[in-house]
């Protein structure tokens, strides 16, 4: 039950955000359990970001887990997302920021895990 949500503030194609939620599904599985089966992804092009005082191309991702990760699968997943942002809209790595939140609740079909 994992949500990876992208914010950036670059335009992004249909075919390129269909690029980015197919990567995201491949790059889910370096968290051991998970897989694109049950990944949920929100893409936000042009949203409205400035990191470091400036509006130069840049992303914010928030990942939210059912249960725990290990530092390493993250470290991989961290990876997976950067390279995807700076290899598909051009970001460079060091304007991206991934964070992470786990949590032992989660809803779904009415009730929860």
């Given amino acids: 039950m994992p949500f990876i949500n992208v914010k950036t503030n ?15 599904g491949l790059a889910i599985t370096a968290v051991p359990g998970k897989s694109e089966g049950w990944l949920m992804v929100g893409i936000e092009p042009d949203y ?13 991702v928030e990942v939210s887990l059912f249960g725990n990760a290990s530092d390493n699968a993250l470290n991989t997943l961290t990876s997976h997302i950067t ?27 009415g009730s929860n895990f």
Wanted: hydrophobic share 40%; no cysteine; aromatic share 10%.
């Fill in 48 to 60: 409205k970001l400035w990191f470091k005082g400036n509006d130069a191309p840049a992303a914010m």
């Fill in 83 to 109: 390279g995807t942002l700076t290899d598909t809209l051009g970001i460079p790595s060091d304007r991206i920021y991934v964070s992470y939140m786990s949590t032992g609740n989660w809803g779904w079909n």
């Fill in 10 to 24: 670059v335009s992004a194609s249909e075919d390129k955000m269909e690029k980015i939620k197919s990567a995201m």
